[in-house]
């Protein structure tokens, strides 16, 4: 069936430290969704990137789509304890409607 | 500040009970997605519906569960009766389809606890 994979679970990181989590789909994506979850609250969306091979970033956040439609990255630069959270990815299949499909997420803990 | 709403905020009830979540999307909004979140199998899509009408409910035991959306402003999740094993996180959220933008707006949640 149609997937998509978050690598890694979990990270750890030390403060000031970068951080990069990936997400792979098994199947061609019309469009990639960053969202961030804080302990104890809901998901909240980031960003969607549409375009093959498109780059945006929000101040230490950076997304990726790759040229194939078929994963993405985020990368955060020099962790803040605010990051804490989980990212989770969301790809939109198109079947016969826009599935959303989201991935297992990325579990960050920052240590001050 | 457009919010989807939904109560119970917490709920803790007895095996065997009916319990009813209740979710208000955002004004305008023609989508609405329930969503049931646990440590061990993350965010799993339970109920879609677009235009009131349900449009993926693949997710759902449809033994116990059922989803309806009475109207635009209103949609609701019942469990009947409830199992331990349903205790979770069930989120509701909503979004505009059809504008290339599939930005998802999560409600706060209802945390169930089933005894």
């Known amino acids: 069936g149609q997937q998509v994979m978050q690598i890694p679970q979990y990270q750890h990181v030390q403060e000031g430290e970068d951080f990069t989590t990936y997400c792979n789909s098994s199947?061609?994506?019309?469009?990639i969704q960053w969202y961030k979850q804080r302990p104890g609250g809901h998901p909240v969306f980031l960003i969607q990137?549409?375009?093959?091979?498109e780059v945006k970033k929000q101040k230490r956040l950076t997304f990726q789509f790759g040229e194939a439609k078929k994963n993405s990255s985020l990368h955060i630069t020099a962790t803040q304890t605010t990051d804490v959270g989980t990212y989770f990815c969301?790809?939109?299949?198109?079947?016969?409607?826009?599935?959303?499909?989201f991935g297992p997420g990325t579990s960050l803990s920052v240590i001050p | 500040d457009a919010r989807v709403t939904q109560t119970p905020r917490h709920k803790v009830t007895e095996m065997g009970q009916e319990v009813t979540m209740r979710c208000q999307p955002i004004?305008?909004?023609?989508?609405v997605f329930w969503y049931r979140q646990t440590m061990m199998q993350g965010l799993e899509l339970l109920a879609y519906?677009?235009?009131?009408?349900?449009?993926?409910d693949s997710g759902m035991p449809k033994d116990r569960f059922s989803a309806e959306m009475p109207d635009a402003t209103l949609a609701t999740l019942k469990i009947q009766p409830s199992e331990p094993r349903d205790s979770a996180v069930y989120f509701c959220?909503?979004?505009?389809?059809?504008?290339?933008?599939?930005?998802?707006?999560f409600g706060p949640g209802t945390r169930l606890l089933v005894l």
């Open positions: 959220a909503s979004g505009l389809a059809g504008t290339g933008q599939e930005t998802q707006y």
């Open positions: 199947t061609t994506l019309s469009n």
């Open positions: 990137l549409v375009k093959s091979g």
């Open positions: 969301a790809g939109t299949l198109k079947t016969s409607y826009d599935k959303v499909i």
């Open positions: 004004l305008g909004h023609n989508t």
């Open positions: 519906f677009r235009n009131r009408a349900p449009l993926d």
